[in-house]
């Protein structure tokens, strides 16, 4: 069985988290987005490699980076296992006799991804009050039938609006003129939101996410193989692996984002920076 084990650094930037591969999947597993059982500080977790719109990572949940008892920035040693067993969610009672009500909605469930069957029973367990647990039902009936797409562009953007209502002023203002001069560098791009942040995608690929926090906004894939390949200097803002970050105190240097986004274009379209 295909399996690996390497050290990396876990990033974390605010509710993001994932684990860097310092190698590429496609020479162990045969391809980039192989399912794999993760295994750190002794604990397992079943994911699947993903691309990010850069270098290749597994996403790291809250619940699986507490159950390491990890915080995010820690170096550590990782294995990776090609994961070959069935991948299946039992759905709750309540939610089969729903989706039975709705006519293809079990059939629609059963061709759903692992991953979008087990956020929506995870999000059902985790309800607190039997509202919230019918509301979390509803909307996974609605997936299941077809009523919903997962990050279809409406949605992306009624989920981008209540993430900005929700940041303080300041942080508000300096990510919508981020994001503005992101679309103004990749006219193209779509609203996207994946990962609970606000992102653009372009020709089907994640072009950036971008984000606020509490004293600076940050964007991401900003490698330090893209700033190299592409002559981008972004000394005097505070980095880490992929991440840039600049701070509320200081206006967004436009300049700046215009190239990092258009060699990101680059990037995703396979071409050279003009």
């Not at 059982?37 to 270098?55: C, D, E, H, Q, W």
């Not at 293809?104 to 929506?120: F, I, K, M, V």
């Not at 996974?140 to 609006?161: L, M, N, Q, T």
Request: with cysteine.
């Amino acid at each position: 069985m295909a399996e690996k084990t390497f050290t990396t650094t876990i990033v974390r930037n605010g509710s993001v988290c994932f684990i860097p591969l310092t190698f590429d999947p496609r020479d162990v597993f045969g391809k980039v987005r192989a399912p794999v059982k993760v295994t750190l500080n002794g604990y397992t977790f079943r994911s699947t490699i993903a691309a990010m719109g850069g270098p290749a990572c597994i996403p790291l949940r809250r619940s699986h980076r507490e159950a390491a008892g990890l915080e995010g920035g820690e170096a550590i040693d990782v294995r990776l296992e090609a994961d070959t067993e069935p991948r299946r969610v039992e759905p709750p009672p309540d939610l089969v006799r729903a989706m039975k009500k709705t006519p293809g909605a079990q059939a629609r469930w059963r061709s759903l991804s692992y991953t979008n069957q087990r956020e929506a029973v995870e999000a059902i367990a985790a309800a607190k009050t039997p509202e919230t647990r019918e509301r979390r039902i509803a909307a996974a009936v609605a997936r299941a039938s077809g009523a919903a797409a997962k990050d279809a562009a409406p949605d992306a953007s009624e989920r981008i609006r209540a993430y900005l209502a929700a940041l303080p002023p300041a942080a508000r203002t300096a990510l919508q003129k981020l994001r503005a001069d992101i679309r103004s560098a990749a006219p193209d791009a779509e609203d996207y939101f994946s990962y609970r942040i606000p992102a653009f995608r372009l020709d089907g690929q994640t072009l950036v996410w971008c984000a606020a926090f509490t004293a600076h906004t940050s964007m991401y894939p900003i490698t330090p193989a893209l700033l190299k390949k592409h002559h981008v200097d972004v000394a005097g803002y505070a980095t880490s692996k992929g991440t840039v970050r600049f701070p509320l105190a200081a206006p967004i240097p436009s300049a700046l984002v215009k190239r990092l986004v258009k060699a990101r274009v680059a990037e995703v379209r396979g071409t050279k920076k003009g």
